[in-house]
């Protein structure tokens, strides 16, 4: 009898659980989530495509008529060389093919990912590859770890959903980090992600110089500095006015703007916010849990965000590190700009400016209210 | 068919790949580089193998003052012709053996006589110190070498800021001659700052802490494990070395990575 | 990287008569495998056996080798590596395990004596089918490269080492390195009856 009412009470908890799984399961990327099936029943794989990667601030276009698991071939060649920091300023850093940030990879939940990664005859050190994607040794670390002049290849499959940084995780790693050797990779959910009209991709990330902020000619890493946390740079997209004036990321009114945001650190926290833009959505720390109407949203070191708006009212957008010296006086500053028709329903603009003569001041001549 | 194949391949064999000392070089190394006298001494590991810190004991030997150069290789090269780029097997060395040659006997450019040879396999390197009558530094008998301080720097560059500023280079097009980087205390040139330099136990960069650690041992160097282990984080530099040695095999050869010999002293 | 690795192949057919005699593969890494100039047998050296007998390296070609580096005093991982291939031997069918051959080199020339490695083999009851290998410390390494086996001795005696089993084809050319100490033996097994086909 009691055995009986509580096997009745434990299927009620049962089939409530998977109700509210259900719900819940809706609610979110409309992905599979709950716990760890997804390691052992792995799909077939069928078919086999060379990768499209993105290239700063441009996001990886997405796969059309995507159906079932494929094998994605991702090819990468590390770079070191001089480039443009900031005007008159260079620096000698370590890349992902040939840019800062390197190439945003787009691949779907379930997909085998063989990355073939090549370091040039010219590099001086070995370089490897650490994908937060991928489950396994050092993600990837380990089985990449290649000399100059030479050509590793290793897979995994993605396992997970959400927005993943990469980065080189050669020894020193951090000096790895900083000289430029990290991007983003995107797992979508089987069913992808939703449509969106613009899609951009930007990573901040820092830069320890010897000399500072603005100091122009070919700047050497300082490792002090990276050891203090001290930088004299922090950049979107690898260098200071990426995303500024020309280089600014361009949307029309009325249009959906999703930005795959990252933050390589390799120390500082981001606190990334669009100027003028609440963000509609934001993927927290780019995994399945969205948080809506958000102002400010902070990036991990080695993480990353979704974050969508809809351009309504044109104009220029800045987009910022809240940290705000950050933005300011270090570089990571960048510019949305929207074209297309004033809403003043929206947003009016100024409408009148008058002189301001206060009734009554105190002795200093500060305006007082008056009871 | 395949029997026929190692037939053939015994014949070439007897031409005899492991080049053996071909003069008595022992007690004059003759034509090859000139050495140094290292006293030997205590030399602290940069990774430790354990919890506590473990000294090495290096023994007194002898080194070259610089590393090989192309001229000095070539002479090893045509005296051991089945070393040459168009002979070694691939087993020996990649396909990019000796790569910046015009061919097989020929440099092909002067400026580069005097510069240190590059692109050489392991299994090359070892040869020629055989047939110099040497033999390649053990790692702890290169580290302890190049820990000696620079003499000729400049006051204001520091040891550590000379080394990361190389490192951070690309490998120029073409390299500059042996003893343009720096002497140290012991009197040996270019030991950082050059070249990248084989030594005898490369793989012997082992950073996981015992052998139970599963598979491949390299798993230290990556992240913060290996940080954990160092002796000293001044010694960033030294991270580098180990994480390159870390991504060699022997029979890799690299437009940056060269040798030195080094010789037991009695 | 296929057609980095396809380009070498050609290269190194153009320049090696040896080549010539290959058929058209598919897979260019297969037949870099296959080919003898990969053999790991000509390095030579002056091996001696468990027996005492020195071992010309080219005289174990024609049988496949199921290949680890390891030393005596070792108490963990050495065991476990020869219980491995024990049991992978054990699993082989006859008419495989007539074709393959289990080859132990010892890390320590100093300790592992041939008489040593003749007590070893028989403590763990060691077949006629196994070969246990001394050579000095400059051919163990040029071993361990050629295996690309990490190893260090210890200050205080013992050595640490990469734990790694390696099959070799008939020619003596890597086929397959099996990393690690929890290894699964029905794999190594498919790849040993696979590698004594081909």
């Known amino acids: ?371 | 068919m395949r029997r026929a194949i190692l037939i053939s391949l015994s014949a070439f064999l007897s031409l005899g790949l492991q080049a053996g000392p071909k003069h008595e070089r022992d007690h004059d190394p003759g034509r090859t580089t000139e050495m140094i006298y290292i006293k030997g001494g205590n030399y602290t590991p940069f990774l430790q193998t354990s919890e506590r810190t473990e000294k090495i004991n290096i023994h007194p030997f002898y080194l070259d003052v610089h590393a090989v150069t192309n001229a000095e290789f070539l002479e090893f090269v045509q005296e051991n012709p089945q070393w040459a780029r168009s002979k070694v097997p691939p087993l020996l060395a990649d396909g990019n053996y000796l790569q910046q040659w015009k061919s097989d006997f020929n440099i092909g450019n002067n400026d580069i006589l005097h510069s240190p040879v590059t692109s050489v396999s392991w299994f090359a390197a070892e040869a020629y110190a055989k047939w110099a009558g040497k033999r390649l530094p053990t790692m702890y008998e290169w580290e302890y070498a190049a820990s000696a301080a620079p003499v000729n720097l400049s006051k204001a560059e520091t040891l550590t800021s000379y080394i990361l500023n190389w490192y951070g280079k690309p490998t120029p097009q073409l390299l500059p001659h042996v003893k343009s980087a720096f002497r140290n205390k012991l009197g040996v040139y270019d030991m950082l700052g050059l070249i990248w330099e084989w030594v005898y136990d490369f793989n012997g960069v082992i950073t996981g802490s015992d052998s139970r650690s599963q598979g491949t041992l390299g798993t230290g160097l990556f992240c913060a494990a290996g940080s954990q282990n160092a002796a000293n984080k001044e010694d960033y530099a030294s991270f580098m070395r180990f994480a390159f040695r870390e991504s060699l095999k022997a029979d890799y050869t690299i437009r940056n990575l060269g040798f030195r010999c080094a010789r037991d002293a009695k | ?198």
């Open chain 1, 1 to 371: 009898m009691r055995l009986a009412r509580n096997s009745k009470f434990a299927t009620t908890l049962f089939a409530g659980l998977l109700l509210l799984s259900g719900v819940l399961l809706q609610g979110c990327f409309s992905a599979s989530t709950d716990g760890d099936n997804s390691s052992r029943n792995l799909e077939k794989i069928t078919g086999e495509y060379t990768a499209k990667l993105g290239e700063a601030p441009f996001a990886a276009p997405s796969i059309a008529g995507y159906k079932s698991p494929q094998k994605v071939i991702v090819n990468m060649h590390v770079i070191e060389k001089p480039m443009r920091l900031a005007n008159g300023t260079q620096y000698t850093f370590w890349t992902f093919n040939g840019t800062v940030p390197g190439p945003m990879i787009r691949v779907h939940e379930g997909d085998e990912v063989e990355v073939h990664l090549s370091n040039s005859p010219n590099s001086t050190m070995p370089h490897n590859i650490d994908l937060h994607a991928a489950t396994g040794p050092g993600g990837g670390a380990e089985a990449s770890l290649t000399a100059p002049g030479h050509t590793s290849v290793f897979s995994f499959r993605a396992l997970k959903p959400g927005l993943f940084i990469y980065h080189c995780a050669t020894a020193p790693v951090g000096m790895h980090i900083a000289n430029g050797m990290y991007g983003l990779i995107l797992v979508e959910p089987k069913g992808g992600l939703p449509k969106v009209d613009k899609e951009f991709y930007i990573v901040q990330g820092e830069i320890y110089t010897e000399g500072s902020y603005g100091d122009t000619g070919l700047q050497k890493f300082d490792l002090q500095k990276a050891l203090d946390e001290r930088p004299d740079y922090v950049v979107f997209d690898g260098s200071v006015g990426s995303l500024m004036g020309n280089n600014a990321i361009h949307a029309k009114t009325g249009e959906k703007v999703r930005i795959y945001f990252g933050n390589a650190g390799p120390n500082l926290t981001s606190s990334f916010h669009v100027i003028g833009e609440i963000f509609d959505k934001v993927y927290l720390e780019g995994g399945q849990m969205i948080n809506r109407d958000v102002q400010t949203t902070l990036v991990p070191a080695g993480g990353a965000v979704i974050t969508e708006f809809t351009s309504r009212v044109p104009g220029i957008y800045t987009l910022v590190d809240h940290s705000i010296f950050r933005a300011f006086n270090k570089g990571a500053v960048g510019q949305l700009q929207v074209s297309g028709e004033e809403n003043k329903d929206i947003y009016s603009g100024k409408i009148k400016d008058e002189p301001y003569k206060p009734a009554f001041q105190d002795a200093t001549g500060e305006p007082v209210t008056r009871k």
């Open chain 3, 1 to 198: 990287m296929s057609s980095f690795l396809l380009l070498s192949f050609l290269l190194f057919s153009c320049s090696h008569s040896l080549n010539n005699n290959l058929e058209k593969i598919d897979d260019p890494l297969r037949s870099v495998h296959a080919n003898a100039e990969n053999s790991l047998y000509q390095i030579g050296g002056t091996w001696i056996n468990q027996d005492g007998n020195p071992v010309k390296l080219q005289k174990l070609s024609g049988k496949v080798q199921v290949v680890a580096m390891i030393f005596t005093s070792c108490g963990y991982a050495c065991p476990k590596i020869v219980h491995n291939m024990k049991e992978i031997e054990r699993q082989l069918p006859a008419s495989v395990r007539k074709e393959t051959n289990f080859l132990l080199i010892s890390f320590d020339s100093k300790t592992d004596t041939p008489e040593r490695l003749k007590q070893y083999a028989d403590q763990r009851m060691l077949g006629s089918n196994w070969t246990l290998l001394h050579g000095t410390p400059d051919e163990v390494r040029l071993m361990s490269m050629l295996l690309n086996v990490q190893y260090i001795p210890l200050q205080g005696g013992g050595f640490n080492h990469s734990n790694i089993i390696t099959i070799l084809d008939e020619t003596g050319s890597i086929y397959k390195r099996i990393e690690g100490l929890d290894i699964s033996v029905t794999q190594a097994v498919k790849e040993i009856e696979t590698a004594t086909q081909s």
